[in-house]
């Protein structure tokens, strides 16, 4: 399983591999993970009490209904381990993740391929792809790697469709604080779905808000009892106290409309800065609406630019792409300026 920011096994200079929050890591959110260490003697809250009656408090609902966990990956793996699915649908191209921790349980899995035509785009005529034999459907909101967002009245025809057929609904939001949705009033569904649909679960990371991927963050919204059971599939003390940490404070840091319009507009200006550069070097681009993009280039764009010290992510082993797909971060605009500067040099040689 592939997945970016290999700065192990290569030698990498500039790293547009991974999707990061573009302003870094914010300053508050390091000082209270720093801070956090002096507790670093003692155990974890093994409830959570503290982190989810502020996640509850942040998403408008119980606490009985969040849970945290050291990723949005660990709570993935946890919650297909409550549902043990047989069957399950994945709308390709998707998040590598989910092949893997589906096929950890053994399920069957029916790939459903978007078109490059339609510009790999979610809609209801990929509703048919929903058949009352499957047991789950995951999917991502926005869309790793397009970096397209679902249409609202797309989920609800889903979900409805969904809980017709008992069918369970994973719907991960990593990047949905990162996505022109977080900026279009945008209001905060989750809990409000959950509540309606009861085989609903909504993942989210605060690893990549807070561009702190090497401490592992993220929350789940369901119903009671589909936490309850969550609890059975996870270590005891499964959150650090260090990301628990991070996690409040991330909380906190969400509140701040300052902040998060900064970022939001950054993301949406760089974007299209990168999305133009690239589209004249010839390249072909495709819409995204949030801290990533995914383009098609020569087949060995991605070794050449390994080769001066670059990293870019090589979209390949995505279903429903191959050679020649890429996906590059939104970075802050001296780190594109570079990256675009070294791809017009590459492409003159």
């Known amino acids: 399983m592939q997945h970016g920011g290999d700065i192990y096994r290569n030698k990498v200079k500039m790293d547009h591999s991974v999707n990061l929050n573009p302003l870094g890591i914010p300053a508050e959110v390091l000082s209270a993970?720093?801070?956090?260490?002096?507790?670093?003697?003692?155990?974890?809250?093994?409830?959570?009490?503290?982190?989810?009656?502020?996640?509850?408090?942040?998403?408008?609902?119980?606490?009985?209904?969040?849970?945290?966990?050291?990723?949005?990956?660990?709570?993935?793996?946890?919650?297909?381990?409550?549902?043990?699915?047989?069957?399950?649908?994945?709308?390709?191209?998707?998040?590598?993740?989910?092949?893997?921790?589906?096929?950890?349980?053994?399920?069957?899995?029916?790939?459903?391929?978007?078109?490059?035509?339609?510009?790999?785009?979610l809609t209801a005529e990929d509703l048919e792809a929903v058949t009352p034999d499957l047991d789950l459907i995951l999917l991502s909101d926005p869309v790793n790697p397009t970096g397209q967002s679902l249409e609202d009245t797309f989920i609800e025809e889903l979900l409805e469709k969904a809980e017709k057929n008992h069918i369970s609904v994973i719907l991960d939001e990593s990047f949905l604080m990162m996505s022109d949705k977080a900026g279009q009033g945008?209001?905060?569904?989750?809990?409000?779905?959950?509540?309606?649909?009861?085989?609903?679960?909504?993942?989210?990371?605060?690893?990549?808000?807070?561009?702190?991927?090497?401490?592992?963050?993220?929350?789940?919204?369901?119903?009671?009892?589909?936490?309850?059971?969550?609890?059975?599939?996870?270590?005891?003390?499964?959150?650090?106290?260090?990301?628990?940490?991070?996690?409040?404070?991330?909380?906190?840091?969400?509140?701040?409309?300052?902040?998060?319009?900064?970022?939001?507009?950054?993301?949406?200006?760089?974007?299209?800065?990168?999305?133009?550069?690239?589209?004249?070097?010839?390249?072909?681009?495709?819409d995204s609406q949030t801290s990533f993009l995914l383009f098609r280039g020569p087949e060995d764009l991605y070794e050449r630019l390994l080769a001066r010290?670059?990293?870019?992510?090589?979209?390949?082993?995505?279903?429903?792409l191959g050679k020649g797909y890429y996906r590059i971060a939104v970075k802050k605009h001296e780190e594109n300026v570079a990256l675009l500067r070294a791809l017009g040099r590459m492409m003159e040689e």
């Not at 993970?33 to 959570?48: E, F, I, N």
């Not at 989210?204 to 309850?228: D, F, H, Q, W």
């Not at 010290?309 to 429903?320: E, T, V």
């Open 186 to 286: 945008h209001s905060d569904h989750g809990y409000e779905r959950v509540q309606r649909y009861e085989e609903l679960w909504v993942l989210r990371s605060m690893t990549k808000l807070l561009a702190m991927p090497g401490i592992r963050m993220g929350y789940v919204i369901s119903g009671k009892e589909n936490i309850r059971r969550l609890t059975g599939q996870l270590p005891e003390w499964n959150l650090s106290i260090p990301a628990e940490a991070g996690i409040r404070a991330g909380l906190k840091l969400l509140q701040d409309e300052a902040y998060i319009g900064h970022m939001l507009s950054l993301i949406r200006e760089e974007r299209e800065y990168l999305s133009q550069g690239l589209g004249a070097l010839g390249f072909t681009v495709y």
């Open 309 to 320: 010290g670059i990293l870019i992510r090589d979209c390949s082993d995505f279903r429903g």
């Open 33 to 121: 993970v720093r801070s956090s260490l002096d507790r670093a003697g003692v155990y974890p809250d093994l409830l959570q009490g503290a982190v989810r009656e502020e996640i509850a408090a942040s998403v408008g609902g119980s606490s009985t209904s969040v849970l945290a966990g050291s990723g949005a990956s660990e709570l993935l793996m946890g919650a297909v381990r409550v549902i043990m699915p047989k069957k399950a649908l994945l709308f390709e191209p998707c998040f590598s993740g989910y092949q893997h921790t589906l096929t950890s349980v053994g399920c069957e899995i029916c790939h459903h391929i978007l078109t490059e035509e339609n510009g790999f785009r």
